[in-house]
Nanobody
Framework: QVQLVESGGGLVQAGGSLRLSCAASGRTVSRYARGWFRQAPGKEREFVAAITWSGGSTRYADSVEDRFTISRENAKKTVFLQMNSLRPEDTAVYYC??????????????WGQGTQVTVSS
């Protein structure tokens, strides 16, 4: 069983930055595609970013392109999401995800518990 635990969320002013981390455990997680989804109040879960298990390819939602950067450290089973130039519309619960399919499907096999990101205006 793969377990994912997010951290790094919090309250930040518009224009600020946060770095989310997703620590993973499990025998096979190092070979899984990894990434992030988010869900804002009253909205459906939406894709944010994904990275291949090797870290060689990345994909971003249009809304975060050029502002967010996903990276992966396979040796530590950890994935990061560097979020810069944050906007109030980025406010959401951010979920780490893992699956053998890339880019990550909405029905990814494994999910973290979520971490709240709140951007004030």
């Amino acid at each position: 069983q793969v377990q994912l635990v997010e951290s790094g969320g919090g309250l930040v002013q518009a224009g600020g930055s946060l770095r989310l981390s997703c620590a993973a455990s499990g025998r096979t997680v190092s070979r899984y595609a990894r990434g992030w989804f988010r869900q804002a109040p009253g909205k459906e879960r939406e894709f944010v970013a994904a990275i291949t298990w090797s870290g060689g390819s990345t994909r971003y939602a249009d809304s975060v392109e050029d502002r967010f950067t996903i990276s992966r450290e396979n040796a530590k089973k950890t994935v990061f999401l560097q979020m810069n130039s944050l906007r109030p519309e980025d406010t959401a619960v951010y979920y780490c995800a893992a699956d053998r399919v890339y880019p990550l499907p909405r029905t990814s096999g494994f999910w973290g518990q979520g971490t709240q990101v709140t951007v004030s205006s």
